[in-house]
C-alpha cells in the first residue's frame, strides 16, 4: 500500500467512526475494504491514539487525540477538550459512563462520553442525535431556553419512545420548572427502556444554555438507592465547573 493510499484509507476508517463506535466488521463494510487491512489501520491509529476502544469492548470510536486536534479549530471540539477532565472525573464518582452534548436545532447532539470499568454499561451515545424532549441532556437544556424558544418546540409533535416517554406538553412544562428549581433532570426509561439518566446545563455567556453533561447507567443499578440527590449535587457542581470555565474572564 502507498502512503498516500494509506492516508486515505486512514481518514476514511475515521469518517466511518465519526457517529459512534462500531467494530471492525461494520468499518470494513462501511469503507468498502477488506476486514483484514481494517483491522492493521484501526491498531496503526489506535498506537497514534486517533481511534481507541471502548473499556471492556471490542468496537472502535475516534480517539482523544483526534479531538484535541480538532479543538484547536471549531468551537464544539474546544468544549469537548475543556470538559474532558471533567466528564472523567464525574464517572470515575458516579461509577457510571458520563457523557457531554449540545444544541442541535431541537436536538441533542452527544459530542463525548468518558466510560468506567462495569462489565455492564449504557452504550456510547457519541456522535448520535436524539430529540430533546426524551432525554435529561435535552430537557436541561430546553428548561433554560427563552419562553419562546421553548413555545416553539412544544409546537411540534413529540414523540414517544418508551412508555415513560413525556409526549404531552403541559406535562413537560411541569417537569422543566422542576429542573429549573432543583438544577438536574432525571429521567427513568424515558428514551431507551433499562437505561436511567440524568443530566445537568452548562451555561455560556448571558446564562444561555450551551451544553449539558449526564451520567447513565443500567436501571436495575443506577440510581443506588438512597444516591439521587448525591449524583444531583455532584452533577451541578461538575456542570458550573464547565459553566465558570466558560466565562471570558476564567
Not at 481494517?38 to 481507541?52: F, I, K, M, P, T
Not at 438544577?183 to 424515558?190: D, I, L, R
Amino acid at each position: 500500500m502507498s502512503r498516500v493510499q494509506a492516508v486515505e484509507r486512514a481518514f476514511a476508517v475515521l469518517a466511518a467512526l465519526a457517529d459512534g463506535p462500531i467494530g471492525v466488521t461494520e468499518v470494513a463494510d462501511r469503507v468498502h475494504l477488506p476486514k483484514s487491512t481494517v483491522a492493521r489501520l484501526l491498531r496503526s491509529l489506535q498506537h497514534e491514539g486517533a481511534v481507541e476502544q471502548a473499556p471492556g469492548e471490542t468496537r472502535y470510536r475516534v480517539g482523544e487525540r483526534i479531538a484535541l486536534l480538532a479543538a484547536r479549530v471549531t468551537p464544539g471540539a474546544s468544549l469537548v477538550s475543556l470538559a474532558r477532565p471533567t466528564l472523567v472525573e464525574l464517572a470515575a464518582d458516579v461509577r457510571e459512563a458520563a457523557g457531554l452534548g449540545v444544541p442541535d436545532g431541537f436536538r441533542v447532539h452527544y459530542i463525548d462520553q468518558a466510560d468506567t470499568s462495569n462489565a455492564v454499561q449504557a452504550r456510547d451515545w457519541t456522535g448520535t442525535r436524539v430529540p430533546m424532549h426524551a432525554v435529561p441532556s435535552g430537557q436541561a437544556l430546553l428548561a433554560y431556553l427563552p419562553p419562546a424558544e421553548l413555545d416553539r418546540f412544544l409546537e411540534q409533535t413529540l414523540e414517544r419512545f418508551t412508555p415513560n416517554t413525556i409526549t404531552e406538553p403541559a406535562l413537560l412544562r411541569d417537569r422543566l420548572d422542576r429542573i429549573r428549581s432543583d438544577g438536574v433532570a432525571w429521567v427513568h426509561e424515558e428514551f431507551d427502556v433499562g437505561i436511567n439518566s440524568a443530566a445537568a446545563v452548562v451555561l455560556g455567556e448571558g446564562g444561555r444554555p450551551v451544553a449539558a453533561i449526564h451520567v447513565h447507567g443500567p436501571s436495575y443499578r443506577f440510581p443506588a438507592a438512597g444516591d439521587e440527590a448525591r449524583i444531583g449535587r455532584v452533577l451541578r457542581a461538575a456542570a458550573d465547573r464547565i459553566s465558570t470555565s466558560l466565562s471570558p474572564g476564567a
